[in-house]
């Protein structure tokens, strides 16, 4: 059931993020960085999830955003959120319990990650890209949403989860 | 087991990474973009309501102006605006300009009763530079006739040489044709002030007698003597003197208050009429 809830779901989250929080940068201007609802979805999401199934999430919620983003190839915004993917379900393997304000520094290094991606990716395309500026106002920014909606969005996904039934997955890598 | 388990998870990690790469090349060469655009489209679709939903509500511009072309004639319009007011502006610096001009002038005007005044605006210069003058916007129509003084509050500028029914030129007192009999001060002393041909202000004070005793700094009025100009209009001040005992009369360098290069407004003496002296330079016969 997570993989129809990921084909729905984090499409929109890619729609509203290149319109309504595009246009809402303007509240804050000069400043403009924004939210990365994908990326916190997923990292939220894999929180609970089995990993092929946040796998799944990672690769439909980056090529969502990608081609809504023409400026960079499909691809590019899969990497970080695969990583953190990763990353949250090792952590959580790896220890027994886990806080769930752990998945805070999860979103801030998830965040720098797919920016520092973005950037390589800019600079190897020839695009300049103003590095200090760009962390300044956009980066920054971005991470301060991301912390801040990493619990709301957790809060709300945890729900949604509870409510669908789970289902072994043939292909799940996740030992049990 | 916890270190196979560890490696699987890289190895997956490491080959899911590289897809990804792949990916990224393939978008990157162009090779994905028949399936792109088949994703692309009803997501673009999607969002193109979204963002006018999004715009119509959060935005307090106009729709119009999202559009390129209504942005370009935006900022045309708004360029010609810019010049527009640019162009008021500097007309209203230069009124600004005039007025504490004007009020100096109207200030002095009421500290002269005696005397009244036509405000002419100065409207050429000498081009020729055989004498110094300035041609000003008021003329006989005005009731301006040759030999009135011409004046600001700062100090005598010249007389009218030379009238027209609109015009009028004014031979300054800078000119070395000019003449004007002056007294000094402080001393009370009289003498004359020939110009020195330039348009700096320097004026020579010629004929003073060398028992009188001149200072830097010493102001120096019209006498009235002579009948060309009324008494007590200011020239200038005393620079420098030269007091040679081989000479009669000893000389001063003086230096008026007014630039000339920069006058734009004069006040002219209509009330005065100069006398007629020469009739008493003739032994009756």
């Known amino acids: ?176 | 087991m916890r270190q196979n388990w560890f490696a699987s998870r890289l190895i997956l990690l490491g080959s899911l990474v590289l897809l990804c790469i792949v990916i990224i090349g393939l978008s990157a060469f162009g090779f994905l973009r028949p399936i792109e655009n088949v994703l692309a489209s009803p997501l673009a679709w999607l969002t193109e309501i979204t963002n006018n939903a999004s715009s119509t509500l959060l935005s307090t511009e106009d729709p119009e102006t999202q559009t390129i072309e209504a942005l370009q004639q935006r900022n045309a319009d708004l360029e010609r605006q810019l010049a527009e007011i640019q162009d008021e502006l500097i007309a209203l610096r230069e009124i600004a300009v005039d007025y504490d001009r004007l009020s100096e002038l109207l200030d002095y005007v009421s500290s002269t009763e005696n005397l009244d005044f036509v405000t002419a605006d100065v409207i050429g210069r000498d081009q020729y530079g055989f004498i110094n003058s300035i041609i000003v916007n008021k003329g006989t129509r005005d009731g301006l006739t040759v030999g009135m003084p011409v004046t600001t509050d700062l100090g005598l500028v010249g007389r009218i040489w030379r009238v027209t029914a609109n015009t009028a030129q004014v031979q300054l007192i800078t000119d070395r044709n000019s003449f004007v009999r002056v007294r000094l001060q402080d001393s009370r002393a009289e003498g004359v002030v020939q110009g020195r041909g330039l348009e700096t202000g320097a004026v020579e004070l010629l004929f003073v007698d060398l028992d009188v005793s001149i200072s830097a700094g010493e102001l120096i009025y019209t006498s009235g003597l002579g009948g060309n100009f009324p008494a007590d209009l200011p020239i200038g001040q005393v620079i420098s003197v030269s007091n040679v005992e081989s000479e009669l009369t000893q000389e001063a360098q003086v230096s008026s208050l007014i630039d000339f290069t920069t006058l734009e407004q004069v006040l002219i003496v209509t009330n005065f009429d100069p006398a007629d002296l020469t009739v008493f330079e003739e032994p009756e016969q």
Not at chain 1, 24 to 44: E, F, K, R
Not at chain 1, 95 to 102: A, D, K, L, R
Request: no cysteine; glycine share 4%.
């Open chain 1, 1 to 176: 059931m997570g993989y129809y809830i990921a084909l729905i779901l984090l499409p929109l989250l890619a729609i509203l993020e290149n319109s309504v929080l595009i246009d809402l940068q303007a509240l804050y201007a000069p400043l403009y960085g924004q939210p990365s609802l994908v990326l916190v979805a997923i990292i939220a999401w894999s929180w609970h999830s089995e990993l092929t199934e946040a796998i799944f999430w990672a690769f439909v919620g980056g090529i969502a955003s990608d081609l809504l983003n023409p400026i960079v190839p499909v691809g590019v915004s899969v990497i970080a959120p695969l990583v953190m993917v990763f990353a949250v379900k090792t952590i959580e393997r790896l220890f027994y319990q886990v806080s769930i304000f752990t998945l805070i520094a999860f979103v801030a290094v998830g965040t720098i990650l797919h920016h520092v991606i973005i950037f390589i990716t800019f600079s190897s395309q020839g695009i300049i890209v103003p590095l200090a500026e760009y962390i300044q106002s956009y980066s920054i920014v971005t991470l301060a949403f991301n912390i801040l909606g990493i619990m709301p969005m957790y809060w709300v996904l945890r729900r949604i989860q509870k409510r669908i039934p789970q289902r072994q997955n043939p292909w799940a890598v996740t030992p049990r």
